[in-house]
């Protein structure tokens, strides 16, 4: 059944689009999805950044002609033209093959109308989560591909997993995979919670520091599989640290999980109470006294778990890149998937996006963990936009102002904030000493420094 512009979009998965500053115009609105008015262009490219790189994994912009899909903050160029429903699929469709991260497509035809379906692109009929399918339009990172009816067995090391997974809803997958293969997965910290902390195929979360994968099993000669992994999520010298060619690692697309479960088996199979690798032992050894410090001023692990447990089941954690996001990635203990918000590449004003897109979605409550104040920029109009709305959200400032906090007091302060109605701002301060430790175990952080992002797109965290 072919469906409209706005209903596609929903099937992708989107929540909302975002509609520019001036609304579009009289009868050009998007029926099947619910419109979000921004106050100014940097909101609305904020709030779509951070749903794209942290919740769906496709964002849209809608100004009543031009309709910008984006899966991360890049310049989408000038528009291309689409005079029908097939040719609009057909322009998606190119831009997530070429991981193109945005495209803009002037609507030449009724939006409303459903497509005809006829000609290449089938109209906008079933475009959407089936068959697990990432709507992603993020550039990718690949090696050789994995091709069904290769014959006989193929030994692997380890899975590389990255928010593909999470995108595609495949996350029950890839748990099935690792189950049938014995193969332990390290996922990307932009996909925590593909797996319970406690698991036994959870390697832990990688592709924060130079030496991740190295620790977690990676080497010159081992075969590393990869899944859902976006160019973003991994730094060149991750796998110059370990000692591996990125284009040697071996692809499987999400949907060939359970094809490709049946061709690989792991060299040396997880067992349940193994050894784990090195990566969770050395890192275990720095993080885990830290849990135990709870007086003020707080480490960034303590203020990472008294969220977890303040939160509890109940909402989630957003960050941008940054100090407090590495260390929310690399300590927030994930017992459900999106429990834990962490971007591959973003900027300022992020994560308090994320944290209104949760209130907008009413998914719960919300807390966006920042590095610094929100008191300019597209911080704090996102913070004005979302009192403006009636939104409730906490923002956490893990900075060196506010009164020092014990972890009892960081918890008592952050329950109370939580079922306060409206905005609540936080400032805690973090003492980040025991990085020196961290990197000691790991090497130096690489996060959102791949080189790989356009300029503006990331900032280091150290």
């Known amino acids: 059944m072919n469906v409209s512009v706005g209903e596609w979009l929903g099937r992708w998965g989107l929540p909302y689009v975002v509609t520019t500053p001036g609304g579009p115009a009289a009868g050009r609105a998007l029926p099947?999805?619910?419109?979000?008015?921004?106050?100014?262009?940097?909101?609305?490219?904020?709030?779509?950044?951070?749903?794209?790189?942290?919740g769906a994994g496709l964002a849209a912009l809608w100004d009543g002609e031009v309709l910008t899909l984006l899966s991360r903050r890049v310049d989408a160029g000038e528009p291309v033209t689409a005079r029908s429903a097939d040719e609009l699929a057909d322009v998606a469709r190119s831009a997530r093959e070429s991981g193109a991260g945005a495209v803009a497509v002037r609507?030449?035809?009724?939006?409303?109308?459903?497509?005809?379906?006829?000609?290449?692109?089938?109209?906008?009929?079933?475009?959407?989560?089936?068959?697990?399918?990432?709507?992603?339009?993020?550039?990718?990172?690949?090696?050789?591909?994995?091709?069904?009816?290769?014959?006989?067995?193929?030994?692997?090391?380890?899975?590389?997993?990255?928010r593909g997974v999470v995108r595609a809803d495949a996350t029950a997958a890839l748990?099935?995979?690792?189950?049938?293969?014995?193969?332990?997965?390290?996922?990307?910290?932009?996909?925590?919670?593909?797996f319970h902390w406690a698991s036994p195929y959870h390697l832990g979360t990688g592709c924060l520091q130079e030496r991740d994968?190295?620790?977690?099993?990676?080497?010159?000669?081992?075969?590393?599989?990869?899944?859902?992994?976006?160019?973003?999520?991994?730094?060149?010298?991750?796998?110059?640290?370990?000692?591996?060619?990125?284009?040697?690692?071996l692809t499987v697309e999400v949907t060939d999980l359970p094809a490709a479960a049946e061709s690989l088996r792991a060299r040396v199979p997880v067992v349940e109470g193994g050894e784990r690798p090195a990566l969770y032992r050395e890192l275990f050894a720095v993080v885990q006294?830290?849990?135990?410090?709870?007086?003020?001023?707080?480490?960034?692990?303590?203020?990472?778990a008294?969220?977890?447990?303040?939160?509890?089941?109940?909402?989630?954690?957003?960050?941008?890149?940054?100090?407090?996001?590495?260390?929310?990635?690399?300590?927030?203990?994930?017992v459900r998937l999106?429990?834990?918000?962490?971007?591959?590449?973003?900027?300022?004003?992020?994560a308090i996006a994320g944290a209104l897109s949760a209130g907008l979605r009413g998914a719960g409550a919300a807390v966006a963990v920042v590095d610094r104040p929100p008191t300019s920029g597209v911080a704090a109009d996102c913070l004005a936009w979302a009192e403006k709305l009636g939104v409730s959200l906490v923002v956490e400032v893990w900075g060196e102002r506010g009164a020092p906090l014990s972890s009892a007091e960081h918890?008592?302060?952050?329950?109370?904030?939580?079922?306060?109605?409206?905005?609540?701002?936080?400032?805690?301060?973090?003492d980040y000493a025991a990085l020196g430790s961290l990197t000691a175990a790991a090497g130096p952080v690489i996060a959102w420094k791949s080189g790989r992002s356009p300029e503006g797109t990331g900032h280091g965290s150290e």
């Open 32 to 54: 099947g999805i619910r419109p979000v008015p921004a106050p100014d262009l940097a909101c609305a490219l904020a709030l779509a950044e951070a749903e794209a790189t942290m």
């Open 107 to 162: 609507l030449g035809f009724d939006p409303a109308a459903a497509g005809p379906g006829s000609g290449p692109g089938a109209g906008l009929a079933s475009p959407g989560r089936a068959g697990h399918e990432d709507p992603s339009l993020a550039p990718r990172l690949t090696g050789r591909p994995w091709l069904p009816g290769d014959g006989g067995i193929t030994e692997a090391d380890l899975v590389l997993a990255g």
């Open 175 to 194: 748990q099935r995979f690792a189950a049938t293969t014995g193969l332990g997965v390290l996922n990307t910290f932009a996909a925590k919670g593909v």
């Open 213 to 249: 994968l190295a620790l977690a099993g990676a080497h010159p000669d081992a075969l590393v599989v990869t899944v859902g992994l976006d160019a973003d999520e991994c730094a060149p010298a991750l796998f110059s640290a370990a000692g591996l060619d990125p284009a040697r690692t």
């Open 289 to 304: 006294p830290l849990y135990a410090r709870t007086g003020a001023p707080l480490n960034p692990a303590c203020a990472a």
């Open 306 to 334: 008294d969220l977890a447990a303040v939160l509890g089941e109940a909402g989630d954690v957003w960050t941008e890149p940054g100090p407090a996001a590495h260390w929310i990635a690399r300590t927030f203990s994930t």
């Open 338 to 350: 999106g429990s834990v918000r962490v971007p591959a590449a973003g900027r300022a004003g992020t």
């Open 411 to 430: 918890r008592e302060r952050l329950a109370g904030a939580l079922v306060t109605l409206g905005v609540s701002v936080l400032e805690l301060p973090v």
